[in-house]
């Protein structure tokens, strides 16, 4: 079974940075895709990004492109966000997930991916 811990949400004002990080346990964490969610109060959860196995390729939400960059550090079990330009709408609680499947551009929530962690509060001021 693997455990997925989120770090490094809290309050940041818009246009500031934040970066979140999960760390993996419990599995060989190059064996697994990994991703980030997001769902905002009275909202569905929405995908943000993922990347492969190695790193080597990433897809990202419309919404953040530009703006957020996932990066992993398999020596570490480690995935990041890096979250630049935060504005009001991407206040959420923030997911890391972890599949041993590649899905390319069909990432979403809709997927029953096989690893969820906690979450993360991410709070934006304006």
């Known amino acids: 079974q693997v455990q997925l811990v989120e770090s490094g949400g809290g309050l940041v004002q818009a246009g500031g940075s934040l970066k979140l990080s999960c760390v993996a346990s419990?599995?060989?964490?190059?064996?697994?895709?990994m991703a980030w969610f997001r769902q905002a109060p009275g909202k569905e959860r929405e995908f943000v990004a993922a990347?492969?196995?190695?790193?080597?390729?990433?897809v990202y939400a419309d919404s953040v492109k530009g703006r957020f960059t996932i990066s992993r550090d398999n020596a570490k079990s480690t995935v990041y966000l890096q979250m630049n330009s935060l504005k009001a709408e991407d206040a959420a609680v923030y997911y890391c997930?972890?599949?041993?499947?590649?899905?390319?551009?069909?990432?979403?929530?809709?997927?029953?991916?096989?690893?969820w962690g906690q979450g993360t509060q991410v709070t934006v001021s304006s």
């Open positions: 990347l492969t196995w190695s790193g080597e390729d990433t």
């Open positions: 419990g599995r060989t964490f190059s064996d697994l895709c």
């Open positions: 997930a972890a599949d041993r499947a590649w899905y390319a551009n069909r990432w979403g929530p809709e997927l029953h991916l096989d690893y």
